[in-house]
């Protein structure tokens, strides 16, 4: 079993930024790759990123490509979530997942571990 603990979260003026982290215990050993996903009021949860744990490849949805970055730090087995240049449209519960899966999804669904989820509100 893999535990994940979110920190980081916390209200931001439109145009700041924020970094969320992730630290993963337990059974580490079967995550292929780790993303982040947002959930707002009354929304689906939604992806935001991913990060594949052995070699680093990102992906991102399109609507966060040029302001949010994802990155792991192995050693730590944590992985964060930088967000810039935040608007109004980032309000949500953000949340991490781990997938044991052989290839990198976006499907909320095919994730198998999650975190307890961070609020992140940008006042516009």
């Known amino acids: 079993q893999v535990q994940l603990v979110e920190s980081g979260g916390g209200l931001v003026q439109a145009g700041g930024s924020l970094r969320l982290s992730c630290a993963a215990s337990g059974h580490t050993f079967t995550i292929y790759a780790m993303g982040w996903f947002r959930q707002a009021p009354g929304k689906e949860r939604e992806f935001v990123a991913a990060i594949r744990w052995s070699d680093g490849s990102t992906y991102y949805t399109n609507s966060v490509k040029g302001r949010f970055t994802i990155s792991r730090d192995n050693a730590k087995n944590t992985v964060y979530l930088q967000m810039n240049s935040l608007k109004a449209e980032d309000t949500a519960v953000y949340y991490c997942?781990?997938?044991?899966?052989?290839?990198?999804?976006?499907?909320?669904?095919?994730?198998?571990?999650w975190g307890q989820g961070t609020q992140v509100t940008v006042s516009s």
């Open positions: 997942a781990g997938d044991r899966g052989m290839v990198v999804v976006t499907p909320a669904a095919r994730y198998d571990y």
